[in-house]
Antibody, heavy 120, light 107 residues
Framework: EVQLVESGGGLVQPGGSLRLSCVASGFTFRNYWMSWVRQAPGKGLEWVADIKPDVSDKFYVDSVKGRFTISRDNAKNSLFLQMNSLTVADTAVYYC?????????????WGQGTLVTVSS | DIQMTQSPSTLSASVGDRVTITCRASQNINIWLAWYQQKPGKAPKVLIYKASTLESGVPLRFSGSGSGTDFTLTISSLQPDDFATYYCQQYKSFPITFGQGTRLEIK
């Protein structure tokens, strides 16, 4: 069974940092594009970042460029999101997600999500 | 960036109804479109990918159509389990973008 399990969410003050982790199982992690997608409370879905299987390319939504860094450890089947200079607008449930074997892949599956709350 | 516009934002319907949700892309995305269903407090689940391919295990009452800029998700006969929020998503190019969602509620 394909599984994605996130961790690392929590309460952080504006300007602070947080690192999210996602452990994958049930598939050959090193072959897949991986994503982070977030959802602010009561709002829609927003793609945040993508990383290529071989780590050679990373893509970000404009609102997090320069503040967030996506990374992966293929030996440990793990995906990460380092979030710096957090603002209230970054408050959301963050989902780890598997995309496809190339960059034109849909999302399947999604992790259960981890809540990040930015508040003083 | 490719903008995805869904309509309607909210849809009230009854069990057994046939419903259609539309999604329009601001530029040609060929067939690089997926539809997701999300229930409160849960992660989204893919229903349709490549505009019209039904994900394994998804009931046959769900169908998708379209290409280029105009797409539809149709539920042929609503079941109680179908009341949820639906999102379209384009994955032709970065940034990946979602529609704003359609909340399907019980009339």
């Amino acid at each position: 069974e394909v599984q994605l399990v996130e961790s690392g969410g929590g309460l952080v003050q504006p300007g602070g940092s947080l690192r999210l982790s996602c452990v994958a199982s049930g598939f050959t992690f090193r072959n897949y594009w991986m994503s982070w997608v977030r959802q602010a409370p009561g709002k829609g879905l927003e793609w945040v970042a993508d990383i290529k299987p071989d780590v050679s390319d990373k893509f970000y939504v404009d609102s997090v460029k320069g503040r967030f860094t996506i990374s992966r450890d293929n030996a440990k089947n793990s995906l990460f999101l380092q979030m710096n200079s957090l603002t209230v607008a970054d408050t959301a449930v963050y989902y780890c997600a598997r995309r496809g074997l190339d960059f034109q892949g849909w999302i399947d599956p999604w992790g259960q999500g981890t809540l990040v709350t930015v508040s003083s | 960036d490719i903008q995805m516009t869904q309509s309607p934002s909210t849809l009230s319907a009854s069990v057994g109804d046939r419903v259609t949700i539309t999604c329009r892309a601001s530029q040609n995305i060929n067939i690089w479109l997926a539809w997701y269903q999300q229930k409160p407090g849960k992660a989204p689940k893919v229903l349709i990918y490549k505009a019209s391919t039904l994900e394994s295990g998804v009931p046959l009452r769900f169908s998708g159509s379209g290409s280029g800029t105009d797409f539809t998700l149709t539920i042929s006969s609503l079941q109680p389990d179908d009341f949820a929020t639906y999102y379209c998503q384009q994955y032709k190019s970065f940034p990946i973008t979602f529609g704003q969602g359609t909340r399907l509620e019980i009339k």
